[in-house]
C-alpha cells in the first residue's frame, strides 16, 4: 500500500476510505498545529526527542515510544529536532476497527482507555519496536492480486500486537510507584502547566480569559502567556477554542442541539462558535450532527 509523506494527505486518505492510512515523517515534514480531528492517531517515534501535548499532559516524546489518541482528543508535537526526527503516524477510522473486533478482542481498547499514570503514552522495548517497524514494512510492499486482503490482514495483525502491548504496559497507581526504579514511570515536568490545562478541560462552559486565569493562579497575563506557550507550543487561547470544538463533536454526537452546544462549551458568541467549529472540523456543526446522528 502506499506509504504517505504527509499527514494530512493520510488524514484524507482514511476519511476517504474510511479505514487506515500510513504516514512515514521526515524533519521537512511540517507540523501540524493543535487540532482534533476525525481518525484515531497512532504516533510512533523512530528517532529523536520531542515533546507532545495531548488534551491536558505535557509528554517527552523519544525514540521508541507510541502514543495513542482518539478522535476527540486535541494534540500537538512541538520543539522538533530539525535535525534526527523521523516518525510514523498512522491514520484509523474508528468504525473501521469495530468491524473486526469480538466481545474477547477490543481493538480500540488503546484508543479509549487512559491509564492514570501513562495516560496515551508506551515505551516498546527493542524487539517490540522491530516487530512494529516489520509490519510497516510488510504494509509498504506492493504484492500485485489481493493486496488489499493482505494489507488489512497485516493492519489487524498489527492492531492485535499494539493493543496486547497497551494492556501489558498498563499499570494502577501503586504499579507506578513500584516500577519507578525500572524505568518505566511517566512523570510530566511541567506541573504547573499540567494544572492550568486541567482547570481549563474542568472549566471550558465558562469564562476562561487570560485575565480570569491569571488571576487564579496568582500569575500575570504576560508571565501565565509566556509559560504556556513555551511548554506547548500553542497559545492559551487556541487551545481553549480546539478543547471547545473537542467538547462540542461529543455533544453534537450526543444529540444536543447546535445552539445548546455552543452555550454549553463557553462560546459567548454564537456566530464565533458556528466560524471556529467550520474552520477547525472542517464542515459546519449542523453537518457535522447529521453524519454522526444518522
Known amino acids: 500500500m502506499l506509504i504517505y509523506d504527509s499527514c494530512q494527505s493520510a488524514i484524507k486518505a482514511c476519511v476517504d476510505t474510511r479505514s487506515f492510512a500510513i504516514a512515514r515523517l521526515y524533519n521537512n515534514e511540517k507540523t501540524m498545529g493543535i487540532h482534533i ?36 482528543e486535541s494534540h500537538y508535537l512541538s520543539k522538533l529536532d530539525q535535525s534526527t526526527h523521523i516518525r510514523v503516524v498512522i491514520s484509523v477510522y474508528p468504525e473501521y476497527l469495530k468491524r473486526f473486533s469480538t466481545k474477547q478482542t477490543d481493538l480500540n481498547y488503546c484508543f479509549t482507555y487512559r491509564d492514570p499514570v501513562r495516560g496515551h503514552k508506551r515505551s516498546l522495548s527493542e524487539e517490540e519496536r522491530k516487530r512494529f517497524l516489520y509490519y510497516i514494512h510488510k504494509l509498504s510492499e506492493e504484492r500485485g492480486f489481493g493486496q488489499d486482503v493482505l494489507d488489512q490482514a497485516v493492519f489487524l495483525e498489527l492492531m492485535t500486537f499494539l493493543n496486547g502491548i497497551f494492556l501489558l504496559k498498563s499499570t494502577h497507581e501503586a504499579d507506578f510507584i513500584r516500577d519507578e526504579t525500572q524505568g518505566f514511570a511517566l512523570k510530566p515536568r511541567h506541573f504547573q502547566i499540567d494544572e492550568i490545562l486541567d482547570y481549563i478541560n474542568q472549566h471550558l462552559a465558562e469564562n476562561l480569559s487570560i485575565p480570569i486565569l491569571a488571576a487564579h493562579f496568582y500569575l500575570s497575563c504576560s508571565y501565565l502567556s509566556k509559560i504556556f506557550k513555551d ?30 452546544t455552543s452555550s454549553l462549551c463557553g462560546f459567548g458568541d454564537y456566530s464565533n462558535f458556528l466560524k471556529s467549529f467550520t474552520r477547525i472540523v472542517g464542515i459546519s456543526p449542523k453537518k457535522y450532527a447529521s453524519f454522526t446522528q444518522s
Open 37 to 72: 480531528h476525525d481518525c484515531y492517531e497512532i504516533y510512533f517515534s523512530i528517532s529523536g526527542g520531542k515533546q507532545f501535548l495531548i488534551d491536558n499532559r505535557v509528554y517527552e516524546f523519544e525514540p521508541g515510544d507510541i502514543f495513542f489518541i482518539n478522535q476527540f
Open 231 to 260: 511548554a506547548t507550543g500553542t497559545t492559551i487561547n487556541q487551545y481553549i477554542t480546539t478543547k471547545r470544538i473537542s467538547r462540542a463533536k461529543i455533544l453534537l454526537a450526543e444529540g444536543h442541539t447546535v445552539a445548546e
